[in-house]
């Protein structure tokens, strides 16, 4: 089957489908505690994209939370807040994904690549929007800001002085590298990738604000 759904993504579908109130992404993290962050988050698009599951703010706390569409869920408490539609693609993923939530096993299988129209303005939003999430999932107003602190840690275990803006583009190129290592087109690479750009540009503009400080 070409667009075989991941262990991952059967577990998603299995959760949500199973719940009778909203969850945020902490509370699906606890729930698929075996299961890599960054990968549920990228199979967690899939299926907001195929509106297979739905995603809104809470308003009472503004955290981002996620439901299935056709559970009985009292949403009075979310503002909708669903990505659109990306056209005749997601029409193609979303029947693909309602066929394959009729049989929900745990089997393995290999992640597969839906192509996804993307344009440069939709992969800055959605890049926009990663940034938000991790804002949300870190509790962190400004966004997730973790690099410096692991690049510190790098830094005193090597006896290297690489800068903030450097791991950056390390994790840019790593993303770059996996957009381009298999056929198709893998959108969450191609946001990261636009995500990682912008940050290495803000870090890169704080060294030189920094080291202009310095000089004065």
Request: contains cysteine.
């Amino acid at each position: 089957m070409v667009n075989e759904l991941s262990p991952i993504c059967k577990a998603l579908i299995a959760l949500l489908s199973s719940r009778t109130s909203v969850m945020s992404i902490s509370d699906i993290n606890r729930e698929l505690d075996y299961a890599d962050v960054d990968a549920v988050r990228a199979e967690l698009r899939m299926l907001v994209r195929a509106d297979l599951i739905r995603q809104g703010i809470r308003t009472s706390d503004s955290r981002i939370v996620y439901w299935f569409s056709t559970a009985a869920i009292d949403t009075s408490d979310v503002r909708d807040q669903t990505l659109a539609d990306v056209g005749e693609a997601a029409e193609r993923t979303l029947l693909f994904f309602k066929a394959a939530s009729q049989n929900v096993s745990s089997d393995a299988g290999d992640r597969r690549y839906i192509a996804i129209k993307a344009t440069a303005p939709e992969l800055l939003e959605r890049a926009a929007e990663h940034m938000k999430a991790r804002a949300a999932t870190y509790d962190k107003p400004a966004g997730e800001r973790s690099m410096g602190a692991t690049v510190t840690a790098f830094n005193v275990i090597t006896g290297r002085d690489l800068a903030e803006a450097e791991g950056r583009l390390l994790m840019q190129l790593l993303k770059n590298v996996r957009l381009f290592q298999r056929p198709g087109f893998h959108a969450d690479s191609a946001e990261d990738a636009v995500a990682y750009t912008a940050l290495m540009g803000e870090a890169k503009a704080r060294d030189a604000e920094t080291a202009g400080g310095q000089n004065a």
